[in-house]
């Protein structure tokens, strides 16, 4: 009797070995194919013996010559740009979406429910159908080519409150008796905002700074629009992009790579620094749709 | 169909219950298209109703009023001031003003210029002092058109304002007859972060929704009815005008001028719809297995597997994808290796290939996004999986369920039912996903028999790319991008209304004990 069930017991055991090993083997192809691109990407900005795209991975020469060139060419422009952008847009998007999402959480007003219906159907418009008056709007306010910059930050924070789901699922989280609380202690509902609930709602401000953040440094659609062929207008997503076409990738591939690494370092340092936030952020508001 | 009450249900076989709740389903979805036309007229009827109501209202209000009350109609917010209201009284006499002024500088010219967009156009004229003709610009019918919207928006609050304004007035007698005090301008304004709080936060975010993303959204709308393109871009070369339904016409039926529109459209929507459904589902499983892969227990470093795939996500897309991109090209690594290990012959054209429509490049598309995706699915799903409670997969286990049966038992009902909205989201973010394809492909390989009715067309091109094309291509045709703007909302709008109405049925069913 005992030695059957060792034996089952043993049979489970190997089982479980076997259906492990085997996730390993999976995990670790997994993580070659996620990370091989970027593996790539860093060999090759060290490649000096040809500028254009080759087959093998490996450069035969070293050095930073790419990094040099990348100095000296506009990218620095570029990147000032997007940092610039993505300061502002951090700042302001974030007061923008705190306060829409707060509102729609907390206040029960007449055109709540109204006004929340609006913004669903008005984010089913392809944004993509207003970039052609919100260019020319902004031609004739003279905010496009070299003046790119600002006219982008409008544009970007103008409609931002309409991203506001993820951050009213965690303010809806936030039990409404500590407001009611406050309220009877003779709190004003501004009060209510700054010395209560903001300091309790740290994670979502930081997922919503990083996510503001983030977001300029890979867009692309409407900055190209924007800059329209202007060097000293463009972000480094745009400027970028040049490089892989037709008549440039010959001379500038691998400043490409070289460019990317830099662009990507920083971005990847903030993020994993505040990973934490982030995925609460990311699960919170899939749960709440 | 035969409806089973639950007890009826119960007795079902399991493939029964399978078909009965797949019919229900279907049989569904007339209902809910049929519930929602019913919503709209019932949506009329109402509006109908609340303006009869609010004329009537003005008028009584007009009627028994005082002599405060009845100025206020013509001079707003004298009641108010009268009544000792100071600071709401000079807000709305400000409005009215403002709106008087506006519209005699500017406002009456645009909505006078707006049903003809503009009469007259750039033409040549004799120039005394040159003489010689001179080219001379007239009227400019983009700004004709994007004035007016914003006339017709001012118009709009202003008779909102006009209507509170004769509101106050009313109250303001109410209380004043009852022997309540009013509210005084400090009252108001403490009130502002106090119980009306939520106007002072939402004035901001409002007002830039309003205007960056409501107006330019009607004045394409209506771009849809004109024949703006870059041969009639209002000023330089020509005055565009009203069409009426023309472009929609074109868009939709077979027959064009020589050119096949409706073929294009209906080519490239359904691709869109394929790529959307593949996008989603793709990712969406193969994310939820590696979650489940990570998260069993045994596994080892769970948080290096993890921060391996999340870093991904830092990285800007445009990065990754146009490096990808260029991993696959003709003369990229990927062929240099397969060369070099000799598994191939010659370089495989990843993305110029148009055999079976343009299949191994559409997949390839499909593939990457895989990899673009299950990162952020994967943090998802280990979020909802880790909330399932042991308990279910323990008891489950006792009764003798394998694994397979625990996956359709528990956690994909579990998952099904908590991200049910989130995969609505997903697949019409993914109608519209324009980097992926742009970034990768640009579009490519050109589908020859699509082309030529409004400039290239690819086989991997979606709607959003293609709307990109039109409004960037030579001749610019503008109202075309509205209209398959304005379908892409369409059958984004249909496919929600569906789903919506539609997923709680399923829900109430997909209950787990």
Same mark, same amino acid.
């Given at each position: 009797?005992?030695?059957?069930?060792?034996?089952?017991?043993?049979?489970?055991?190997?089982?479980?070995?076997?259906?492990?090993?085997?996730?390993?083997?999976?995990?670790?192809?997994?993580?070659?194919?996620?990370?091989?691109?970027?593996?790539?990407?860093?060999?090759?900005?060290?490649?000096?013996?040809?500028?254009?795209?080759?087959?093998?991975?490996?450069?035969?020469?070293?050095?930073?010559?790419?990094?040099?060139?990348?100095?000296?060419?506009?990218?620095?422009?570029?990147?000032?740009?997007?940092?610039?952008?993505?300061?502002?847009?951090?700042?302001?998007?974030?007061?923008?979406?705190?306060?829409?999402?707060?509102?729609?959480?907390?206040?029960?007003?007449?055109?709540?429910?109204?006004?929340?219906?609006?913004?669903?159907?008005?984010?089913?418009?392809?944004?993509?159908?207003?970039?052609?008056?919100?260019?020319?709007?902004?031609?004739?306010?003279?905010?496009?080519?070299?003046?790119?910059?600002?006219?982008?930050?409008?544009?970007?924070?103008?409609?931002?409150?309409?991203?506001?789901?993820?951050?009213?699922?965690?303010?809806?989280?936030?039990?409404?008796?500590?407001?009611?609380?406050?309220?009877?202690?003779?709190?004003?509902?501004?009060?209510?905002?700054?010395?209560?609930?903001?300091?309790?709602?740290?994670?979502?401000?930081?997922?919503?700074?990083?996510?503001?953040?983030?977001?300029?440094?890979?867009?692309?659609?409407?900055?190209?629009?924007?800059?329209?062929?202007?060097?000293?207008?463009?972000?480094?997503?745009?400027?970028?992009?040049?490089?892989?076409?037709?008549?440039?990738?010959?001379?500038?591939?691998?400043?490409?790579?070289?460019?990317?690494?830099?662009?990507?370092?920083?971005?990847?340092?903030?993020?994993?620094?505040?990973?934490?936030?982030?995925?609460?952020?990311?699960?919170?508001?899939?749960?709440?749709? | 169909?035969?409806?089973?009450?639950?007890?009826?249900?119960?007795?079902?076989?399991?493939?029964?219950?399978?078909?009965?709740?797949?019919?229900?389903?279907?049989?569904?979805?007339?209902?809910?298209?049929?519930?929602?036309?019913?919503?709209?007229?019932?949506?009329?009827?109402? $509006?109908?109703?609340?303006?009869?109501?609010?004329?009537?209202?003005?008028?009584?209000?007009?009627? =028994?009023?005082?002599?405060?009350?009845?100025?206020?109609?013509?001079?707003?917010?004298?009641?108010?001031?009268?009544?000792?209201?100071?600071?709401?009284?000079?807000?709305?006499?400000?409005?009215?003003?403002?709106?008087?002024?506006?519209?005699?500088? $500017?406002?009456?010219?645009?909505?006078?210029?707006?049903?003809?967009?503009?009469?007259?156009?750039?033409?040549?004229?004799?120039?005394?002092?040159?003489?010689?003709?001179?080219?001379?610009?007239?009227?400019?019918?983009?700004?004709?058109?994007?004035?007016?919207?914003?006339?017709?928006?001012?118009?709009?609050?202003?008779?909102?304002?006009?209507?509170?304004?004769?509101?106050?007035?009313?109250?303001?007698?109410?209380?004043?007859?009852?022997?309540?005090?009013?509210?005084?301008?400090?009252?108001?304004?403490?009130?502002?972060?106090?119980?009306?709080?939520?106007?002072?936060?939402?004035?901001?975010?409002?007002?830039?929704?309003?205007?960056?993303?409501?107006?330019?959204?009607?004045?394409?709308?209506?771009?849809?009815?004109?024949?703006? =393109?870059?041969?009639?871009?209002?000023?330089?070369?020509?005055?565009?005008?009203?069409?009426?339904?023309?472009?929609?016409?074109?868009?939709?039926?077979?027959?064009?001028?020589?050119?096949?529109?409706?073929?294009?459209?209906?080519?490239?929507?359904?691709?869109?719809?394929?790529?959307?459904?593949?996008?989603?589902?793709?990712?969406?499983?193969?994310?939820?297995?590696?979650?489940?892969?990570?998260?069993?227990?045994?596994?080892?470093?769970?948080?290096?597997?993890?921060?391996?795939?999340?870093?991904?996500?830092?990285?800007?897309?445009?990065?990754?994808?146009?490096?990808?991109?260029?991993?696959?090209?003709?003369?990229?690594?990927?062929?240099?290796?397969?060369?070099?290990?000799?598994?191939?012959?010659?370089?495989?054209?990843?993305?110029?290939?148009?055999?079976?429509?343009?299949?191994?490049?559409?997949?390839?598309?499909?593939?990457?996004?895989?990899?673009?995706?299950?990162?952020?699915?994967?943090?998802?799903?280990?979020?909802?999986?880790?909330?399932?409670? $042991?308990?279910?997969?323990?008891?489950?286990?006792?009764?003798?369920?394998?694994?397979?049966?625990?996956?359709?038992?528990?956690?994909?009902?579990?998952?099904?039912?908590?991200?049910?909205?989130?995969?609505?989201?997903?697949?019409?973010?993914?109608?519209?996903?324009?980097?992926?394809?742009?970034?990768?492909?640009?579009?490519?390989?050109?589908?020859?028999?699509?082309?030529?009715?409004?400039?290239?067309?690819?086989?991997?091109?979606?709607?959003?790319?293609?709307?990109?094309?039109?409004?960037?291509?030579?001749? $610019?045709?503008?109202?075309?991008?509205?209209?398959?703007?304005?379908?892409?909302?369409?059958?984004?709008?249909?496919?929600?209304?569906?789903?919506?109405?539609?997923?709680?049925?399923?829900?109430?069913?997909?209950?787990?004990?």
């Amino acid at each position: 009797m005992n030695e059957t069930l060792e034996k089952r017991h043993m049979g489970l055991k190997a089982s479980a070995r076997i259906s492990n090993t085997i996730i390993y083997i999976v995990l670790i192809l997994m993580a070659v194919v996620w990370l091989i691109p970027f593996i790539c990407i860093v060999l090759q900005s060290f490649r000096v013996e040809s500028t254009w795209q080759v087959g093998y991975v490996i450069p035969q020469k070293w050095g930073w010559d790419n990094y040099v060139a990348l100095w000296n060419s506009d990218f620095k422009r570029w990147y000032l740009n997007t940092f610039v952008i993505a300061l502002c847009v951090a700042a302001l998007q974030t007061v923008i979406v705190l306060c829409m999402s707060y509102t729609l959480s907390r206040f029960r007003f007449k055109l709540r429910d109204g006004l929340m219906r609006f913004m669903l159907i008005l984010g089913m418009f392809p944004g993509m159908l207003t970039m052609i008056i919100l260019y020319r709007v902004l031609k004739d306010l003279g905010l496009t080519q070299a003046n790119a910059v600002p006219g982008l930050i409008l544009v970007y924070i103008a409609s931002s409150g309409m991203g506001y789901y993820v951050s009213k699922g965690f303010f809806d989280t936030i039990p409404k008796s500590l407001d009611e609380a406050a309220r009877v202690d003779g709190a004003t509902r501004a009060q209510v905002l700054y010395k209560i609930i903001l300091p309790l709602a740290k994670p979502i401000v930081i997922y919503t700074i990083l996510t503001a953040f983030m977001g300029p440094w890979g867009d692309f659609v409407f900055a190209k629009y924007v800059s329209f062929g202007t060097s000293a207008g463009m972000n480094v997503a745009v400027g970028m992009y040049g490089w892989l076409q037709l008549d440039q990738i010959g001379q500038k591939y691998t400043m490409f790579c070289a460019g990317g690494v830099i662009v990507a370092i920083p971005v990847t340092i903030l993020f994993m620094c505040l990973q934490k936030y982030y995925v609460e952020g990311v699960t919170g508001g899939a749960v709440k749709g | 169909m035969k409806q089973y009450s639950d007890l009826e249900y119960l007795r079902l076989s399991k493939s029964q219950k399978f078909l009965y709740k797949l019919a229900s389903f279907f049989t569904a979805i007339p209902r809910a298209i049929g519930n929602f036309f019913l919503a709209i007229g019932r949506f009329f009827k109402n $509006a109908g109703l609340g303006v009869g109501k609010e004329l009537a209202d003005i008028f009584l209000t007009f009627k =028994d009023g005082d002599w405060k009350t009845k100025t206020s109609y013509l001079v707003m917010g004298f009641g108010s001031i009268a009544r000792g209201q100071v600071l709401r009284g000079l807000m709305f006499l400000l409005m009215e003003v403002v709106f008087i002024f506006y519209m005699v500088t $500017a406002g009456g010219h645009w909505m006078s210029m707006l049903p003809s967009l503009g009469k007259i156009g750039p033409h040549e004229e004799y120039n005394e002092i040159l003489d010689a003709y001179t080219m001379v610009y007239g009227d400019n019918s983009f700004k004709i058109l994007l004035y007016g919207v914003l006339t017709m928006f001012f118009i709009v609050a202003f008779l909102y304002t006009w209507r509170l304004n004769v509101k106050q007035n009313q109250l303001a007698e109410e209380y004043l007859k009852s022997g309540r005090r009013l509210k005084t301008g400090a009252d108001d304004l403490r009130s502002l972060v106090d119980e009306q709080f939520y106007k002072t936060l939402l004035a901001l975010p409002l007002t830039g929704i309003l205007v960056f993303t409501v107006m330019p959204i009607v004045f394409m709308i209506l771009v849809a009815f004109t024949n703006y =393109d870059g041969t009639h871009d209002g000023y330089n070369n020509a005055l565009f005008g009203w069409q009426g339904l023309s472009n929609f016409r074109t868009l939709l039926t077979w027959s064009g001028s020589g050119v096949n529109y409706s073929a294009t459209f209906g080519e490239i929507l359904t691709w869109t719809l394929i790529w959307a459904f593949f996008a989603t589902f793709t990712n969406y499983f193969l994310g939820m297995f590696v979650a489940m892969m990570i998260n069993k227990k045994g596994i080892k470093l769970k948080k290096l597997w993890r921060t391996v795939l999340v870093m991904t996500i830092a990285i800007p897309q445009f990065i990754s994808l146009l490096y990808v991109s260029k991993m696959f090209a003709k003369n990229g690594i990927v062929n240099g290796l397969l060369l070099d290990l000799g598994w191939i012959k010659q370089a495989i054209d990843f993305w110029g290939s148009t055999a079976h429509n343009g299949l191994l490049p559409r997949v390839m598309v499909i593939v990457i996004n895989i990899w673009i995706g299950i990162p952020y699915l994967m943090l998802i799903a280990t979020g909802i999986l880790m909330n399932i409670p $042991a308990d279910l997969y323990e008891s489950s286990r006792i009764d003798g369920a394998n694994a397979w049966q625990q996956y359709t038992k528990i956690t994909l009902p579990y998952m099904l039912f908590i991200t049910g909205p989130y995969l609505l989201t997903s697949f019409t973010s993914n109608m519209n996903n324009f980097n992926v394809i742009y970034l990768l492909t640009g579009g490519a390989p050109t589908n020859a028999a699509a082309s030529g009715a409004a400039g290239s067309v690819g086989y991997t091109d979606l709607l959003i790319t293609w709307l990109f094309k039109i409004t960037t291509g030579a001749e $610019a045709q503008y109202y075309l991008a509205s209209v398959v703007g304005i379908m892409v909302f369409v059958v984004v709008a249909v496919i929600s209304l569906v789903v919506y109405n539609v997923l709680p049925s399923i829900k109430n069913e997909e209950d787990f004990q």
